[in-house]
């Protein structure tokens, strides 16, 4: 009986990826804004399905299916096939759960979803051991991982641990490389006074040949591809906030599963003052952890809070002592790392999940807002103002 419901399950999901996925080119009209993966990169997409070296497994090809529904079809409005129609009840259920998204925003994940598959498919080995991780391409990020803790650390101190476009590249590939090593726990962390200063402003004054234009596209993506990697990270990731905080570093924290804070850090978003919107998928976490108008204080009109406070709102779990913050959270940390690392995943798991595929149409609506609002001119004059040390927040 086993063999037979196998059998069937492996018939049927591999037509999952068989007619269906396999539409080259389908004429859809594209709408939307420009951000979002345009109709040949999901053709792509499609055709780069095919040619996964690995099966990528039922959930995720009923996932797959069920955007490409979405993205070609628009929201579910069949009729749900009856109790005995296991197969095309299941198909349906999946495509009927993503309701109302947009067939742009279905697009793109789908997008998101191939290229994942894709990079991970291509990763050389699924438990690299911490000796083996590559390490970042510059002093700025140091990673280790001790006592079943990755650590990840910003690491340039004199400049407050602003993130270069460099920092963006290796922090994704720590993450990428801690969900596969042997740790049971991730954490980021700042060295000196600050935690993080945010995106390093001068990562503005490197015009590519296309200029403007194709700098505000690659940092769009590589922003999108970024807050994916926290967005997706399957363990216990923990922020050990050792100073203020501002901009991405703190719009992230809503990706986090614990952020201890020392009672020096402070939180700050100042995107009206930059000319700039919400990232991190903050437009969607923090009314969600916080309330609206507290959210709206921050990110509208960039009220940076106190540690206590971002701790009453919940953006913080606990606020220690600067004296002791370093032993106590360590203390706790490897405490932690103890328990059974598979109990903890699943456990993330079952939290997090149901709100994946939100958080990613989320991300990509934001990366697609700045990606505008890099080229404006409230922007440019503000990133100018800090830059010619006229202004500082
Ligand atoms: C591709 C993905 C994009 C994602 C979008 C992300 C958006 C954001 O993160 S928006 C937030 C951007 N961050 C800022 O606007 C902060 C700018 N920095 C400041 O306002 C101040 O430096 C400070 C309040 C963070 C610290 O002030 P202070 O304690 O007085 O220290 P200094 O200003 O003297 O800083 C020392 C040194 O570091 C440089 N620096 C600090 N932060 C940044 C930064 N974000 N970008 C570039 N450079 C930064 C500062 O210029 C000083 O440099 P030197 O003068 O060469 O010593």
Known sequence: MAGLAGRFARRWFSGLLGSPLQVPALGLHVRGPAMLASQKDFNNAVSQVKLLKEDPGNEVKLKLYALYKQATEGPCNVPKPGMLDFINKTKWDAWNALGSLSKEAARQNYVDLVSRLSASSESPSPEAPAADRKQPESDSLVVTSEDGITTIRLNRPAKKNALTTQMYHDIIAALQAASKD???ITV?????DYYCSGNDLTNFTHLPAGGLEEMA????????????????FPKPLVAVVNGPAVGISVTILGLFDVVYATDRASFHTPFSHLGQSPEGCSSYTFPKIMGSSKAAEMLLFGKKLTAQE???QGLVTEVFPD????????ARLKAY?????NAMRISKQIIRNREKEKLHAVNAEESSV????????????????FLSRKAKL
């Open 310 to 312: 971002a701790c009453a």
């Open 217 to 232: 596209r690659s940092a769009a993506a590589l922003l999108r591809d970024f807050v994916n990697c926290f967005i997706d």
């Open 337 to 341: 790392s103890k328990l059974p690392p």
């Open 370 to 385: 700045l990606r505008e609002r890099w080229q404006s001119d409230e922007c440019m004059n503000a990133i100018a103002s």
């Open 182 to 184: 042997e740790s049971a």
């Open 323 to 330: 004296g002791t913050f370093q032993k106590e959270v360590w």
């Open 188 to 192: 980021l962390t700042g060295s000196g």
